[in-house]
């Protein structure tokens, strides 16, 4: 990987997409431009993400800004098929606010992923994109996926038509197998390794660190259980509700935090920071505020014994 640099903390543009409810051309952009006043310089999108929306949004807001000021990364694998008599229909089999107009169809072969990336380019009026993720692989196929989609990114690089290459996933599986191909710079390891639960460090963060892949951590909040001081029983994890015993943990470690002054949301942004293979944290976000508050969160003092104590009363790994 040539050097990149990532910034501490990134924005996922899921939101922009429609994710959930819909948003408004000015909304999204407004969200965006707070992004960018609070120091956010790293933007992560996806096809998926509202059927191409939020690459033609994030594309148009970042016309405005010059190019060697950010970093932009999205996703291969689905291709998006139009699918007119769809557009009666929202897409909300897979979360997203829009007219099912199209449909994703899987692609992990090397015409597909070129095709893929020629496509975000052509939504999001870019020149380039600086990091380009395989996108779920375990979803389709994953050994398509480890002999065919990454020896195709792996040659987009080398081609020096992008700076970085990974997998994103919340597959835990497809994270180690995709470390050990020895081909990335990056995996977007998404709810897996979070203040939480930590499943990604048995195997998926030693990999990382024997293979030189450095990690880029999603979903740090657990789709919404750490976004909050005071978790409760209507708690969200995994777009659900939330196992009993993982909320009572939860709830220990807010209680820690309180002891020591710290916000539980500051502290879920900022307890995988103190991993060196850990590169950035990539967050969500549907309002300015959020992004303002996350931006403060990231920037704010924890001292060491909160992690100590959190370890001591076994609420995290020592």
């Known amino acids: ?23 408004s051309d000015d909304a999204a952009w407004e969200i965006l431009q707070a992004a960018w006043d609070v120091g956010i310089r790293y933007f ?8 191409g929306l939020s690459e033609r949004r994030l594309g148009a807001f970042l016309a405005t800004k010059p190019r060697d000021q950010f970093v932009v990364s999205t996703k291969v694998g689905r291709l998006l098929e139009p ?13 997203f606010a829009v007219p099912a107009d199209h449909r994703r169809v899987w692609d992990f072969s ?3 992923i070129r095709s893929s990336v020629e496509e975000s380019l052509e939504r999001t009026g870019l020149d380039r994109f600086d ?3 395989l996108h779920d692989p375990e979803r389709h196929d994953l050994q398509e996926g480890l002999d065919v989609a990454i020896p195709a990114l792996a040659h987009f690089r080398d081609q020096g038509m992008t700076r970085a290459i990974g997998v994103g996933s919340m597959d835990t599986d497809a994270l180690l197998a995709s470390a050990n191909t020895g081909a990335l710079d990056l995996l977007m390891v998404a709810g897996r390794y979070t203040l939480a639960e930590q499943p990604a460090l048995a195997e998926v963060v030693p990999a990382c660190r024997a293979n030189g892949v450095g990690i880029v951590n999603a979903s740090v909040f657990n789709s919404g259980m750490l976004a909050t001081d005071t978790p409760g029983a209507d708690a969200r994890y995994e777009y659900g509700d939330v196992p009993q015993p993982l909320l009572e943990r939860v709830q220990a470690i807010a209680a820690v935090c309180r002891e020591f002054e710290v916000s539980l949301p500051a502290a879920a942004l900022q307890y995988t920071l103190r991993d060196d293979t850990v590169r950035s944290i990539v967050v969500g976000g549907s309002k300015p505020q ?8 990231i920037a704010a003092p924890i001292p060491d014994e909160l992690w100590s104590t959190l370890a001591e009363r076994g609420l995290i790994p020592a």
Not at 44 to 51: E, I, K, N
Not at 83 to 95: H, I, K, Q, T
Not at 290 to 297: S, T, V, W
Request: glycine share 10%.
């Open 290 to 297: 959020q992004l303002e508050q996350n931006a403060e969160r």
């Open 1 to 23: 990987m040539s050097e990149l640099h990532l910034p501490r903390l990134g924005y996922g543009a899921a939101n922009v997409g429609n994710l959930f409810r819909a948003l």
């Open 44 to 51: 992560d999108t996806a096809p998926h993400y509202g059927l």
């Open 83 to 95: 699918y007119p008599e769809g557009a009666v229909e929202l897409d909300s089999e897979n979360d």
């Open 110 to 112: 090397a015409v597909g």
């Open 131 to 133: 990091i380009l993720y």
